[in-house]
């Protein structure tokens, strides 16, 4: 069983920033894909930002150049950095954590409100 941790969310104006954590259990983080989704009222859960366990990333087209995702891990943590912030950016944000034999597993969300 993997725990899944996500941190860092909270209310921001439009044009701030934040960076999102996510913090995941086991000693082979390093071979987990880890994925940033994002779920707003009304809608599905879509993927914001992906990182392999090689480092290869991939964006929603609607954050490229604005998000980055990242992982340190030494630390078996995945983080979202998120600039440029627009209102339609409000979601809860959930972190995704995927072993290579397919098993994945969902931290709790962390709520990202870009509001003045």
């Known amino acids: 069983q993997v725990q899944v941790v996500e941190s860092g969310g909270g209310l921001v104006q439009p044009g701030g920033s934040l960076r999102l954590s996510c913090a995941a259990s086991?000693?082979?983080?390093?071979?987990?894909?880890m994925g940033w989704y994002r779920q707003a009222p009304g809608k599905q859960r879509e993927l914001v930002a992906a990182?392999?366990?090689?480092?290869?990333?991939n964006y929603a087209d609607s954050v490229k150049g604005r998000f980055t995702i990242s992982r340190d891990n030494a630390k078996n943590t995945v983080y979202l950095q998120m600039n440029s912030l627009k209102p339609e950016d409000t979601a809860v944000y959930y972190c995704?954590?995927?072993?290579?034999?397919?098993?994945?597993?969902w931290g709790q969300g962390t709520q990202v409100t870009v509001s003045s």
């Open positions: 086991g000693s082979i983080f390093s071979i987990y894909a």
């Open positions: 995704n954590a995927g072993l290579p034999w397919g098993d994945e597993y």
């Open positions: 990182i392999t366990r090689g480092g290869s990333t």
